[in-house]
């Protein structure tokens, strides 16, 4: 197996990474177009980390305009074996309180707008995404999270909706009544691409409100997430610091099959597929295509 590198996505709230060494800033170029931001690169112990703010410095770009190719493409020519997204979620139950990480295993997707797959017209694929989240890094990040005193816990469904508006009650219901464990914007297609791209991913769903659905809670506004996360941020650095203390030299085999998910995705046989979509995927599926 390859080198291992760990990838962290920043979301709300999560614009930097303190404590790398090493540090320099990249901005790589992808054929998918601009990423989010410039990557930055350094190590964390022995540990190369990079790591990318998906909003962008500033939170200039929201949810819907996110270029999740992109973000996902220039991870892996920067080398990312392993992704761990740091998300601000709203939670559908009471026990999933704000400032409480759930390590999510579970993704639904109800976004509408979004390039959903690298893969298209002159270049079919199907991945499996039965298990999106990779268990043996999920279990890292909880030893992480144990080792550093953090409150999370293991498991649980994350649904993304499109947004920018937050939802309205009636949908809060909805979600709730169909055992969903949490909302979000963003997890949806990054889960479904870093896959396509035999990344290992998960995330870490950092509690911040209670959507709009609780009768002892107000509904959720920008100010709310922002005053957690603030609380959170300082947390979630914490856990990656730890996670790429203790992170294995070498990239693991992930027993839901992220590390050969293209072995036999493809569908289009080699003389059908468009040249110009190959040249494209030379980073996401280089793995097979060279074979
Ligand atoms: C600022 S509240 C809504 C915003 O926060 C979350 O972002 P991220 O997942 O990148 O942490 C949520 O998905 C929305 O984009
Ligand atoms: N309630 C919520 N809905 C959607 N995305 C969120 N991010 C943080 N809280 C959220």
């Given at each position: ?94 026990e999933l309180y704000p400032g409480l990480f759930v390590l999510v295993d579970q993704f639904v997707d109800r976004t509408a707008k979004r390039v959903s797959s690298f893969f298209g017209k002159g ?108 609380e959170n941020a300082e947390k979630a650095r914490r856990l990656v610091a730890r996670l790429a203390a203790d992170f294995p030299a070498e990239r693991e085999l992930c027993p839901a099959g992220s ?33």
């Amino acid at each position: 197996m390859s080198e291992a590198v760990l990838g962290i996505i920043g979301g709300s709230g999560i614009y930097d990474l303190p404590g790398l060494t090493e540090l320099r800033e990249e901005r790589i170029a992808s054929p998918w177009g601009e990423a989010s931001d410039a990557l930055r690169i350094g190590r964390m112990g022995q540990t190369k980390v990079v790591f990318l703010a998906r909003h962008g410095r500033g939170h200039v770009l929201p949810p819907s305009e996110i270029n999740y190719r992109a973000n996902i493409d220039v991870m892996k020519r920067a080398g990312v074996t392993d992704l761990v997204s740091l998300s601000a979620c709203g939670s559908y139950k009471s026990e999933l309180y704000p400032g409480l990480f759930v390590l999510v295993d579970q993704f639904v997707d109800r976004t509408a707008k979004r390039v959903s797959s690298f893969f298209g017209k002159g270049c079919v694929a199907h991945v499996s995404l039965a298990h999106p989240v990779g268990p043996a890094l999920q279990a890292r990040i909880a030893e992480a999270a144990t080792a550093e005193d953090l409150p999370f816990v293991r498991n649980g469904t994350l649904v993304t909706m499109e947004g920018p508006q937050f939802s309205t009650y009636a949908e809060s219901l909805t979600y709730k009544s169909l055992g969903y464990d949490l909302i979000g914007m963003t997890a949806m297609p990054e889960a479904k691409l870093a896959r396509e791209a035999e990344i290992t991913y998960a995330t870490v769903a950092m509690v911040t409100d209670f959507d709009c659905w609780h009768p002892e809670q107000h509904s959720v506004d920008v100010a709310s997430v922002v005053a957690v996360l603030h609380e959170n941020a300082e947390k979630a650095r914490r856990l990656v610091a730890r996670l790429a203390a203790d992170f294995p030299a070498e990239r693991e085999l992930c027993p839901a099959g992220s590390h050969n998910a293209l072995d036999n995705a493809i569908i289009t046989p080699a003389e059908f597929r468009d040249p110009a979509l190959m040249a494209k995927l030379d980073a996401v599926a280089g793995r097979v295509l060279s074979a």
